[in-house]
């Protein structure tokens, strides 16, 4: 999964500021476990191996918030970035007190934003160099 961030630059599209390039898999590991609040990781798997990454944690009151949504380069463009949003969002008010979502997206990364604006996303405010969206249930 970290190879397909193969650069500095689709690290940071990716996995913001916080992780430097290269990633190793304990340094990754080690932002996930400290991550505030509670926190769920979701991985799609196709015959075993995983195709897409995502997570969803606790921000503010009441906001589930949406990071790290990332899918196989050789499976972009097939819906899994959907499939993975959706699922983290219907997953969540599951475990977290649920009545908004958010989600942090660099304003370059078009992609990204065209799918969480489809989802029902819309743009909030910039903070930081992103673009923080929010959905309501």
């Known amino acids: 999964m970290l190879a397909w961030a193969p650069d500095a630059d689709a690290t940071r599209l990716w996995a913001g500021p916080t992780i430097g390039f290269p990633v190793s898999p304990e340094q990754l590991w080690d932002n996930l476990h400290h991550a505030p609040g509670a926190a769920f990781v979701l991985c799609a798997t196709t015959d075993g191996e995983v195709v897409g990454f995502g997570q969803v944690m606790t921000r503010e009151d009441g906001f589930a918030h949406l990071a790290r ?69």
Request: net charge positive; charged share 25%; glycine share 8%.
């Open 69 to 137: 949504i990332i899918v196989a380069p050789a499976r972009r463009g097939q819906g899994l970035g959907r499939v993975l949003c959706v699922q983290l969002m219907q997953i969540a008010p599951t475990f977290l007190p649920v009545h908004a979502f958010s989600l942090y997206v660099y304003p370059e990364n078009r992609r990204a934003r065209a799918l969480y604006r489809q989802l029902g996303f819309a743009d909030a405010r910039e903070e930081r160099g992103f673009l923080r969206m929010e959905a309501r249930l």
